[in-house]
């Protein structure tokens, strides 16, 4: 307000009359940029839940809240957006929910969800709050497992990388020099001057392979028999199945279990929940139990009756089933599943580590043995 009126006294001395002030207008390119590339973090979710929910559990009323929190913001995101717009929607007289439902892509389902049985339930506070505890847990373990995973991706990468240098650059001009002398290769030495002399013709066909590959999962992705397909086998993968199935398992609890102390009704969570398992398997298998508790099935032989959750889900549903505190046995199993998973990563990592020297000892014998052998064969001759 201050600054409106030093923007008109200004324009006042300089002779001339102010019709109207206001914000400038961001333009339509840089808007439409910044939403087509622009991106919400969970790290930031969790940190605008948290804030919201300490200032509405003091009595601030929201819209005071979401004004604060506005006037924090500084470099304009779509997180700043986020917050403009739900504040507006809110002056308006429109619900917190609604006015989040347009970020729904970014924030979730889930997390839409909870925020409408909060408001309805009159405990948004709460709501928000064990938003934000499950958002925090979740950011962390991810954390985890990227950490845990950084190390093996960029030795691999670096092989990689390594590796189609050799054959492409280094290889062909060490192998131009043994094919002058007119010699017979040995076997290696032959097995390396195709894969090179492959490379170094046809490297166009790899980014068409891939890009065609790519192309193919994605074209795949809109049919549900391939996507079921697909991550039948994903969840098959040695060591690597058993992760991710930890990881869904894990994730898949953790945000039932929020969205059942939210008020969330059990039917509608296990359809959200299916929506967010990020697996066509897992995806089915919710369906499946939302569909048989609905027709009056037990929640535990809905879920013994999928076959893709370990016994102890089964175990533990049933516990909270009959006790009635099946939200908090759930948040139990969550605790127990991110355990393991992170375990999981540690075996991992120190089953790839071994692994990978392997690979890069039997590559480099390999290199060494073809490169040396026609030296040894033509210094034998002389």
Same mark, same amino acid.
């Given at each position: 307000?201050?600054m409106?009126?030093?923007?008109?006294?200004?324009?006042r001395?300089s /002779?001339m009359?102010?019709l109207e002030?206001?914000?400038?207008e961001?333009?339509?390119?840089?808007?439409?940029i910044r939403?087509?590339?622009g991106?919400i973090?969970q790290?930031?979710v969790?940190?605008?839940t948290?804030?919201l929910?300490?200032?509405?559990?003091?009595?601030l009323?929201?819209?005071?809240a979401?004004?604060l929190?506005?006037s924090q913001?500084?470099?304009?995101?779509m997180?700043?957006?986020?917050?403009?717009?739900a504040?507006n929607?809110?002056?308006g007289g429109?619900?917190?929910g609604?006015a989040?439902?347009?970020?729904?892509?970014?924030?979730?389902e889930?997390?839409i969800a909870?925020?409408?049985a909060?408001?309805?339930?009159?405990?948004?506070?709460?709501v928000?709050?064990?938003?934000?505890d499950n958002?925090e847990?979740?950011t962390e373990?991810? /954390?985890?497992?990227q950490?845990?995973?950084?190390?093996p991706?960029?030795?691999?990468v670096?092989m990689?990388a390594?590796?189609?240098?050799?054959?492409?650059?280094v290889?062909?001009?060490?192998l131009? %020099?043994?094919?002058?002398?007119?010699?017979?290769?040995?076997t290696p030495t032959l097995?390396?001057?195709?894969?090179s002399?492959?490379m170094?013709?046809?490297?166009?066909l790899i980014?068409?392979l891939?890009g065609?590959g790519?192309?193919?999962?994605?074209?795949g992705d809109? #049919?549900?028999?391939?996507r079921l397909k697909r991550d039948?086998y994903?969840?098959?993968?040695p060591?690597?199945g058993?992760l991710?199935?930890i990881t869904?398992?894990a994730n898949?609890?953790?945000?039932l279990s929020?969205l %059942?102390s939210?008020?969330?009704?059990?039917?509608d969570?296990?359809?959200?929940v299916s929506?967010?398992?990020g #697996?066509?398997?897992?995806l089915?298998?919710?369906?499946k139990i939302?569909e048989?508790?609905q027709?009056?099935f037990?929640i535990a032989?809905?879920f013994?009756d999928?076959?893709?959750?370990p016994?102890?889900v089964t175990?533990?549903v049933?516990t909270?089933e009959?006790t009635?505190k099946?939200?908090?046995?759930l948040?139990?199993v969550a605790?127990?599943?991110?355990v393991?998973?992170?375990q999981?990563?540690?075996s991992l990592?120190s089953?790839?580590e071994?692994l990978i020297?392997?690979?890069l000892?039997?590559?480099?014998?390999?290199?060494?043995?073809?490169?040396?052998?026609?030296i040894?064969n033509?210094t034998?001759?002389?």
């Open positions: 307000m201050a409106s009126t030093d923007v008109v006294a200004s324009i001395e /002779g009359i102010p002030v206001g914000p400038i961001e333009s339509v390119i840089v808007s439409s939403k087509l590339f991106k973090s790290k930031q969790a940190t605008f948290r804030q929910s300490t200032m509405i559990t003091a009595g009323p929201l819209t005071d979401l004004q929190l506005k913001t500084g470099e304009r995101t997180m700043t957006e986020l917050v403009e717009e504040l929607s809110v002056r429109r619900t917190l609604t989040l439902n347009k970020y729904r892509s970014m924030l979730g889930a997390y909870s925020i409408d909060g408001e309805a339930g009159g405990v948004l506070d709460k928000l709050a064990q938003l934000a958002l847990k979740d373990f991810r /954390g985890k497992v950490g845990a995973m950084i190390y991706v960029i030795v691999v670096g990689i390594v590796s189609i240098i050799m054959m492409v650059v290889v062909p001009k060490l131009g %020099l043994y094919a002058d002398f007119g010699s017979k290769m040995p097995i390396l001057m195709g894969i002399s492959f170094t013709r046809f490297w166009f980014p068409v891939v065609g790519l192309m193919f999962f994605k074209v809109k #049919n549900e028999k391939f039948e994903i969840l098959k993968i060591i690597f058993k991710i199935q869904i398992v898949s609890v953790r945000t929020m %059942l939210s008020g969330v009704p059990l039917v969570s296990m359809r959200i929506r967010v398992a #697996n066509e398997v897992y089915q298998a919710f369906l939302s048989r508790v027709k009056g037990s032989d809905s013994a999928t076959a893709v959750f016994p102890i175990q533990m049933e909270g009959s009635g099946l939200d908090e046995v948040m139990k605790g127990y599943f991110s393991e998973a992170e999981a990563v540690k990592t089953a790839i071994p020297m392997i690979v000892g039997i590559g480099v014998a390999f290199l060494v043995i073809a490169v040396i052998m026609p040894y033509l034998s001759q002389f």
